[in-house]
């Protein structure tokens, strides 16, 4: 309430006097840039207690983290490397079996044209030892003899005589020198063996001369 009696301010001044018992207190604001009294003690508490969630990593995290991913880019450059390595050496290897293979078989066919020049000087002394021993000039004597060393030299030479009377005619491995219609045969047939056929290994050698026995037409 305003006391406007007070002689001591005369009669136009008047004092103010807080008034009690309103209920309506006011309270000052803040200055701009002041913190709010209460707000001070609320912003220490948050910043003690720090932000809810960690977002940041540290060096040693960060650290960590690129040598794990470095440590697994170069497992997974090793083990493409090792697969790399892998199909070469399969390829090195299979190329060098065929290489063994291809010289094995070159070295066969190789030694196989040797002996067979050699072998082939010695078929005509081959064939007259036949002609022998069919007239039966060879008998027991050392004729014989001669002829069974030199025949078990030859086969372990690698040369195999063929040709029988008997044997189906086949223009592969006989030469037909005579033909002789033949009502005992159906088929083209060896009638006799004039000279005797070779192979040397795998090798035909010589084909047989042969005589043939045709069926007779009807």
């Given amino acids: 309430m305003t006391d406007k009696s007070n002689p001591e301010n005369g009669p136009d001044e008047s004092v103010d006097t807080p008034s009690t018992g309103s209920g309506n207190e006011s309270f000052p604001e803040p200055a701009e840039g002041q913190p709010v009294e209460g707000a001070t003690e609320d912003m220490n508490f948050v910043e003690a207690e720090g932000p809810d969630v960690e977002t940041s990593l540290s060096d040693a995290d960060l650290s960590f983290l690129e040598d794990a991913s470095t440590a697994s880019s170069s497992t997974a450059s090793d083990e493409v ?33 040797t002996v067979g020049e050699v072998v082939k000087v010695l078929l005509p002394v081959l064939d007259d030892l036949d002609r022998a021993e069919k007239h039966g000039d060879l008998g ?21 005589p ?18 002789q219609p033949s009502a005992e045969v159906e088929v083209e047939t060896v009638a006799d063996v004039v000279e005797t056929g070779y192979y040397l290994g795998s090798t035909l050698l010589r084909a047989a001369k042969v005589v043939v026995s045709t069926p007779v037409s009807a």
């Fill in 81 to 113: 490397l090792a697969a790399e390595r892998l199909a070469d050496l399969q390829r090195v290897t299979a190329e060098y079996a065929n290489y063994r293979k291809r010289t094995e078989a070159n070295r066969e066919i190789e030694r196989e044209r």
């Fill in 162 to 179: 063929f040709g029988a009377a008997g044997d189906a005619f086949d223009p592969q491995l006989h030469e037909a020198i005579f033909q």
């Fill in 140 to 160: 027991d004597g050392p004729f014989a003899s001669i002829a069974q060393k030199l025949r078990g030299g030859t086969e372990r030479m690698g040369l195999k």
